[in-house]
Nanobody
Framework: QVQLVESGGGLVQAGGSLRLSCAASGRTFSSYAMGWFRQAPGKEREFVAHITWNSGRTYYADSVKGRFTISRDNAKNTVYLQMNSLKPEDTALYYC????????????????????WGQGTQVTVSS
């Protein structure tokens, strides 16, 4: 099991950019597919992006497609989320998580399919 720590959040104006990082401990990090989720106040946690263990495939929620990029560096045990053209509706607490099981070509987008959640990093986008 991996332990995850997110960082890189902050306050940014609409149209700006942020790069989130998720540092993992544990020698098995490279074997996990990883996801980013976010949760705004009063709302459920929602899927943002997914990356396979070898960066061979990425997948995005429609709301962030073309603006956000997920990547990973297995040598550094870190997964990233580059966020460009930020909008006020992107304001949320952002979490990374490790996919629980191997699903083949299926990309899970439910929070229930992920574990080892970090504590989250706050992203606030002002208009």
């Amino acid at each position: 099991q991996v332990q995850l720590v997110e960082s890189g959040g902050g306050l940014v104006q609409a149209g700006g950019s942020l790069r989130l990082s998720c540092a993992a401990s544990g020698r098995t990090f490279s074997s996990y597919a990883m996801g980013w989720f976010r949760q705004a106040p009063g709302k459920e946690r929602e899927f943002v992006a997914h990356i396979t263990w070898n960066s061979g495939r990425t997948y995005y929620a429609d709301s962030v497609k073309g603006r956000f990029t997920i990547s990973r560096d297995n040598a550094k045990n870190t997964v990233y989320l580059q966020m460009n053209s930020l909008k006020p509706e992107d304001t949320a607490l952002y979490y990374c998580a490790a996919q629980k099981y191997y699903y083949g070509n299926y990309v899970p987008t439910s929070a229930a399919d992920f574990g080892s959640w970090g504590q989250g990093t706050q992203v606030t986008v002002s208009s």
